[in-house]
């Protein structure tokens, strides 16, 4: 099966680049190369109505959010959105044409979490963070125009873990959606 041009594409030009292969590089390499990819891909993103960053405060400290809309609606779904990376790299920067994809395709809101690395932030740090942005999605999210009945997590390898962890501790505890009536929740 031939692949994409694209990913063709890809592949060749990490393969020019010369960089040794992910395994074999120390965190802070490896880093460095996931976001020289990242801005390399940037020269053809996709559009979208609105992008913009969002600070806010986490357990753990600052978190940097970045959300996406696909138009001008009020009363958008919403998508909290885990980048991949083992935990150990990634970004917002390496996810976002992945994110304007889903916001544009599905028709939603995208919050692109920044959560905290290991090995400088071992775990639990990343599910906090995963948990807090989610959290403040769903008491916040409202006065972006998201509709406050219809969020979900989600994220790509490591940030599908993220997705699962948050979803399990908010069904646990039920606290992520303090300011949504029981009758607008799924029944257990």
């Given at each position: ?36 990819v990242a801005r390399q891909m940037k020269t053809d993103l996709r559009p979208v109505y609105e992008v913009r960053e969002i600070y806010i405060a986490g357990k753990g400290g600052p978190l940097t959010l970045r959300m996406y809309r ?119």
């Amino acid at each position: 099966m031939a692949l994409k041009p694209a990913v063709k594409a890809l592949l060749e030009t990490m393969k020019a680049s010369g960089a040794k292969p992910i395994y074999e590089q120390d965190v802070l390499e490896a880093r460095a190369q996931r976001e020289e990819v990242a801005r390399q891909m940037k020269t053809d993103l996709r559009p979208v109505y609105e992008v913009r960053e969002i600070y806010i405060a986490g357990k753990g400290g600052p978190l940097t959010l970045r959300m996406y809309r696909p138009n001008r609606d009020e009363r958008l779904p919403v998508l909290v959105y885990f980048h991949g990376g083992g935990f150990v790299v990634g970004s917002v920067e390496t996810v976002d044409d992945t994110c304007r994809a889903l916001a544009n395709y599905a028709q939603i809101a995208v919050v692109s979490v920044d959560y905290r690395l290991a090995p400088e932030h071992p775990y639990p740090a990343a599910i906090d963070d995963a948990y807090d942005a989610t959290r403040w999605v769903a008491q916040n999210g409202h006065k972006l125009g998201f509709d406050p009945a219809r969020i979900a997590v989600g994220g790509d390898s490591a940030g599908g873990n993220l997705a699962a962890a948050t979803a399990i501790r908010a069904a646990q505890s039920r606290g992520v959606f303090d300011w949504i009536s029981d009758a607008d929740l799924p029944d257990d």
